[in-house]
């Protein structure tokens, strides 16, 4: 049986994670407050951002910064890093 959230992203209650998507304060917050779409919307802006800055995971100041991004992305202004990604036309 799946859970219900209200979505801090997208503003709706919908499908919830089924585990907190990292450890600590911060997956536990995300499992709480974010939706399973969200959280897909998040990995696909991830992705983006790790292509287009070529942050190498290894690299502590690389984590550092997806961190702070995941946090605006979510619970900030929704403002984050500027990526040269144009969705399709229509």
């Excluded at 709706?12 to 450890?23: I, S």
């Excluded at 502590?60 to 990526?83: C, I, N, P, W």
């Amino acid at each position: 049986m799946s859970r219900t959230v209200h979505c801090i992203k997208l503003g709706t209650d919908a499908e919830g994670l089924d585990r907190p998507p990292l450890p600590g304060p911060m997956g536990q917050r995300i499992f709480e407050n974010v939706s399973k779409q969200a959280w897909q919307g998040w990995i696909e802006h991830q992705t983006r951002l790790i292509n287009e800055y070529r942050l190498v995971l290894a690299d502590a100041q690389s984590r550092r910064f997806l961190s702070q991004e995941m946090e605006r992305y979510f619970f900030g202004d929704g403002k984050t890093a500027e990526t040269g990604y144009v969705p399709p036309s229509e």
